[in-house]
């Protein structure tokens, strides 16, 4: 794949993963629980999505 595809890829799994922090930030203010409890959980699920985005796009090292 060329560099733009994974670069798109990379910006699409930002989006998705943006979409979700938002609902399950949402989810969390709706059902009363405390900012700092849903701080914490949106850096932490942040953090494991970023991590997938970059292994999933990141481009595979030619062979020696």
């Known amino acids: 794949m060329s560099q733009g595809i994974h670069k798109m890829s990379f910006v699409l799994y930002l989006v998705g993963l943006a979409i979700l922090l938002g609902g399950i930030a949402w989810a969390l ?27 999933r796009t990141r481009a595979k090292d030619p062979p020696p």
Request: charged share 0%.
């Open 29 to 55: 203010v709706l059902a009363g629980v405390a900012v700092a409890y849903i701080a914490i959980t949106c850096l932490i699920i942040a953090g494991i999505g970023i991590m997938m985005a970059v292994s």
